[in-house]
């Protein structure tokens, strides 16, 4: 294996972007279970819970890949403040540095 160094920037596109595929393959694979009789096995409740979280997870990473092309990623939303990038790594769609999400929520 070469190693090649990354800026973290990079790695955190190809995070999102994977997660963008991920999402919208669960989100497809579950909408076709949506129309089978059985549900492909799921009770209805469970099945629109991953169906809501899966459509979220698109929603997130198309927001932070949209925000990469605009140039405000890791930036806090609310305060400005730039988003460390140990939480980036951690969470490559946050939105919010800590304590603002934390008012967010709270
Ligand atoms: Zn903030």
Redo the contacts with the bound molecule.
């Keep these: 294996m070469t190693s090649t160094v990354h800026n973290p920037a990079e790695l955190l596109r190809d995070t999102l972007e994977e997660q963008f595929r991920t999402h919208t393959d669960q989100l497809t694979e579950l909408t076709v279970f949506s129309r089978q009789p059985d549900l492909g096995g799921y009770d209805r409740d469970t099945l629109n819970g991953l169906i809501a979280s899966a459509r979220q997870g698109v929603a997130d990473a198309a927001q932070a890949l949209r925000r990469m092309s605009e140039g405000t990623y890791g930036i806090?939303e609310?305060?400005?403040?730039s988003i460390p990038v140990g939480r980036l790594e951690i969470l490559p769609h946050a939105r919010?540095?800590v304590?603002?999400q934390q008012k967010q929520v709270g």
């Design positions: 806090c609310r305060c400005q403040a919010f540095c304590p603002c």
